[in-house]
């Protein structure tokens, strides 16, 4: 069965820094997608970024990029130059061909001023 | 990308009664969802709302409790029936879109209280 793993519950870190947030899955199927999402204490989920199982280069959109590292079965989003309105919190997914989005336990990010 | 709509965007009820989300999508889309969120947890899928057809109800849930309906190719609701305090959540309708990620769009979500 598919699982994502946060092991930060919740992370700081000071403003303009670089922070990195944990993504572990697990999964058997050689074919699947990793995302990460935002959640404002608004609720809403805003997509920030995905990576292809076979995608070589890891993916990037803007301050976000996401540290793929297949052989571990890690996707960690790194956001370089925090900004307030980056605190949130944020949610590892993968979905398998064929099959449902699963949603790991999400990490909640502070940013300090 | 896709944008989407829901009302009531939070509402409190009275146990034993139900409660109504709509969820309106500017565009067709085939894949509508349903996801709960429990205070401090994460999104559990509900049921992938068919249109023409009944929902496809995930473990743990069924169509008593939730009953669903998808009239069209731009609209669902999802009813929270003969509600109880342990069904205070955010309800979540997303959408699945035919791109080059295959991401799924959210809607602002719908928090509901239960007293």
């Known amino acids: 069965a598919q699982k994502i793993t946060q092991t930060q519950p919740g992370m700081f870190v000071q403003e303009k820094e670089a922070v990195t947030l944990d993504c572990t899955y697990d999964t058997s199927d050689q074919s699947y997608g990793l995302f990460w999402y935002k959640q404002p204490s608004s609720g809403e989920m805003i997509f920030l970024i995905y990576q292809g199982s076979y995608d070589e280069q890891n993916a990037t959109e803007g301050r976000y990029s996401l540290n793929f590292q297949k052989a571990r079965k890690s996707a960690n989003l790194v956001i370089s130059a925090s900004q307030l309105g980056d605190s949130a919190m944020y949610f590892c997914a993968m979905k398998n061909y064929g099959q449902n989005f699963v949603f790991g336990p999400g990490t909640r990010l502070s940013v300090l001023p | 990308s896709a944008v989407i709509s829901q009302k009531p965007s939070r509402d409190i009820c009275q146990r034993g009664t139900s409660l109504t989300i709509q969820c309106q999508v500017d565009?067709?889309?085939?894949?509508m969802f349903w996801y709960r969120q429990q205070p401090g947890q994460s999104l559990t899928l509900i049921a992938t709302?068919?249109?023409?057809?009944?929902?496809?109800?995930e473990s743990g849930f069924v169509i008593d409790k939730f009953p669903i309906s998808r009239p069209n190719l731009t609209f669902s609701t999802l009813t929270v029936s003969n509600m109880s305090p342990e069904d205070s959540s955010i309800y979540l309708c997303s959408v699945g879109v035919s791109s080059v990620y295959n991401e799924q769009f959210f809607g602002p979500g719908t928090r509901l209280t239960v007293l």
């Open positions: 565009s067709q889309v085939t894949m």
């Open positions: 709302a068919n249109q023409g057809s009944e929902a496809t109800y």
